[in-house]
């Protein structure tokens, strides 16, 4: 006897697949959502909100038709009007987080190409090493450095060993270098560990593909080797950036002058400061919407990128 009957379709099939993974990703959705649109929608409504005459607290607008444009106004003047003062902090925070970056980029790619390619069975220990500076606090961390730059710290007196200073410098006396320098200290290991996971996934039959066709150690890299770390050099500088230009802790502990301030410093003051909190929420959202901008263009790079490679 022949069996008989109707074959499910491909959609049929792959529908329970979907809902399955709906499913599965539901908590984590709700999560975000409570965790960012929520706290984002409230910042807006405080942006748009008013100050309390009698407390000097803000007051939160909840109603968009109550919004008003005070807060705004007020921002816009501290940056473009006659009495700005943010336009050069952001210069300043733009000039820092670029050469941090750089130098960040300088410092970390050969040290994860090196992990990536020649540790061999060492790999493990040396990525132990790369995340050991995750156990410990950011705080701690940049605690540790003020003790080395204090006046009679160890790097003053390994300069002064060395004959490279006559006498102790002022790290902490409002340098932007130093500032630099701690931006660099704190976020490195992001970039390290990103770049070192891109690198150990290029597939080394490629490079030797390079070298068998005649081309030395440096070309190598410079045609095969670099090109095929581009998405990910883009990913290390995106998650070490976007941290960089918020970050206000770093200038705070190893500063603290008004020559050094950077844009999170002013908002952090503006959010602490009564009758200012509503032009801190605005600046806030003017930060949040600068930085979307990159996480756009990486999201859309990152697309095209599959696609050429599909």
């Known amino acids: 006897m022949q069996l008989t009957g109707t074959r499910p379709r491909r959609g049929q099939l792959q529908e329970p697949h979907r809902l399955f993974w709906a499913a599965l990703a ?37 109603n968009p038709l109550h919004w008003s444009s005070a807060n705004f106004s007020g921002a816009m003047r501290d940056v473009v009007g006659g009495s700005a003062f943010v336009g050069p902090i952001i210069l300043r925070t733009l000039g820092y987080v670029a050469i941090a970056s750089l130098l960040c980029l300088l410092i970390a790619y050969p040290a994860a190409y090196f992990v990536a390619r020649f ?30 730059l204090e006046t009679d710290g160890y790097v003053n007196k390994g300069l002064m060993l060395l004959h490279v200073i006559a006498q102790p410098v002022d790290w902490l006396g409002g340098l932007g270098s130093t500032v630099v320098l701690g931006l660099v200290y704190g976020y490195i290991p992001y970039m390290i560990l990103v770049l070192y996971a891109g690198l150990d ?32 050099i883009m990913t290390a500088l995106l998650i070490t950036v976007l941290p960089m230009l918020g970050d206000y802790f770093t200038n705070q502990l190893l500063s603290g002058t008004t020559g050094t301030t950077m844009l999170g410093n002013v908002i952090d003051d503006q959010l602490n400061t009564p009758g200012l909190q509503g032009e801190g929420a605005v600046f806030s959202l003017i ?10 263009y990486y999201v859309l790079a990152t697309n095209r990128t599959s696609r050429d490679s599909a």
Not at 48 to 54: A, E, M
Not at 122 to 140: D, E, N, Q, T
Not at 202 to 223: K, M, N, S, W
């Open 119 to 148: 540790a061999g069975r060492r790999k493990g220990l040396f990525l132990v090493l790369m995340i050991a500076p995750f156990w410990m606090s950011y705080m701690m961390r940049m605690l540790a450095w003020i003790g080395l």
């Open 201 to 232: 996934r290029i597939d080394p039959a490629l490079i030797e593909v390079g070298r068998d066709l005649g081309l030395g150690r440096a070309r190598t890299f410079l045609r095969v080797t670099l090109p095929l770390s581009r998405q990910v």
């Open 287 to 296: 930060f949040l919407l600068v930085l979307i901008i990159p996480m756009i």
């Open 26 to 62: 539901a908590p984590g959705i709700i999560w975000l959502a409570v965790l960012f649109i929520v706290p984002f929608y409230a910042i807006l409504a405080i942006a748009g909100g008013y100050i309390s005459p009698i407390f000097g607290n803000p007051v939160a607008v909840w």
